[in-house]
């Protein structure tokens, strides 16, 4: 079932804190802020046509390329970020603005530590939209190819990994739990980020 806590239990913070020569502690502290903040963003963008399409391919580009699959998707997604293709995706869903970018407006905002914070984005983001990807692909809506239908299943795969599914919780409210009454204001920082420049 789509959440957020099968969702970190797809992100293996013990192999990533190895790699990036970080404590474990702060990776997976910083996953647990940084995470319902990716997948707020992404919620709050999707509402329009044009960027839910751009989260959309990107979410299903990654989900070919298989990083939630048993054996070794998390080095091949390493390595993809060390040559720089997280970092494209992030530019190319946050409006052109680059992993600093991303990770120092997210720390303005309480999220936590730029630096590991712009560590982990080009690393995180792409497993975050594989799994939206896997979702989005398991049915609810997506062998339909309509438009619509496309950004609702988009909306509603999102809705559901944040729990609020039908809208019964806030997304402000939903992060203020998980970020200590910062939610909304990284949601929106996140929102004004992905709903940037095309």
Not at 65 to 81: E, I, K, M, Q, Y
Not at 83 to 94: N, S, V, Y
Not at 97 to 111: I, P, R, T, W
């Amino acid at each position: 079932m789509a959440g957020l806590d099968d969702l970190y239990a797809r992100i293996p913070t013990s192999e990533i804190a190895s790699r990036l020569g970080v404590d474990q502690g702060e990776v997976d502290s910083a996953v647990h802020r940084l995470v319902p903040v990716l997948v707020s963003g992404l919620h709050q963008t999707s509402q329009d046509p044009d960027h839910a399409s751009r989260i959309e391919s990107a979410a299903n580009r990654q989900a070919a390329r298989g990083l939630l699959d048993a054996g070794g998707g998390l080095d091949h997604n390493l390595d993809a970020a060390d040559r720089g293709d997280g970092h494209q995706t992030i530019a190319t869903l946050f409006g052109g603005n680059d992993a600093e970018q991303v990770a120092s407006a997210l720390a303005k905002g309480g999220a936590g530590n730029r630096d590991l914070l712009k560590q982990l984005l080009p690393i995180v983001l792409p497993i975050v939209l594989a799994y939206i990807g896997n979702q989005l692909g398991s049915g609810e809506g997506s062998q339909q190819n309509s438009e619509s239908s496309s950004r609702g299943g988009l909306g509603e795969v999102l809705g559901s990994i944040l729990g609020g599914g039908s809208g019964d919780k806030t997304l402000g409210s939903i992060l203020g739990s998980v970020l200590g009454g910062k939610g909304g204001a990284l949601g929106d920082i996140l929102g004004g980020l992905l709903g940037g420049k095309k």
